[in-house]
């Protein structure tokens, strides 16, 4: 192999250590006020505290599957949507569905643990067609606290 192209590898090489132990400075340094910006949100109305934290997940890319359809959730509110409506979102929002096999049953799976732990809540609507459909809604940190506490004061998990 030539020297030039050995030296421009070596360079390179050098370049991609440095670039990655910046990234991981980066990546420290933005964990640090992302749990500052939860932190504080945590002393806001819950309507100001969800306004802050949908803002927060604007910043910040999904760093899965599960992340992305969440923020599709918070993002679509109590309007809610159904899991073809989901795939677009994902798929607008530049999430690559590729790495499933059935990206439309992955969703399906993934709603239906969020809707099992309290995280979003399942509605129908009318659809276009005049028939119902399902949606699946995104539950507020309000919504589901005030939903695990009985309204007669009762602990919800005896």
Request: charged share 25%; hydrophobic share 40%; glycine share 6%.
């Amino acid at each position: 192999m030539p020297v030039h192209y050995r030296n421009q590898i070596n360079e390179c090489m050098a370049e991609i250590a440095q670039l990655v132990q910046e990234k991981q400075g980066l990546d420290r340094r933005i964990g640090k006020l992302q749990q500052i910006v939860k932190a504080n949100a945590d002393m806001l109305s819950d309507a100001e505290k969800e306004s802050v934290l949908l803002a927060l997940d604007d910043v910040l890319p999904p760093t899965g599957f599960t992340q992305a359809i969440r923020f599709e959730l918070r993002r679509a509110g109590q309007r809610g949507l159904t899991p073809k409506e989901m795939r677009a979102a994902l798929i607008n929002r530049g999430i690559d569905l590729h790495s499933q096999s059935n990206p439309l049953a992955s969703i399906h799976t993934v709603l239906k643990r969020l809707l099992a732990a309290g995280e979003a809540d399942l509605q129908t609507r009318a659809a276009p067609d005049g028939k119902e459909e399902s949606v699946y809604c995104w539950r507020s940190a309000g919504d589901r606290m005030a939903g695990s506490i009985p309204s007669d004061g009762a602990s919800a998990n005896p």
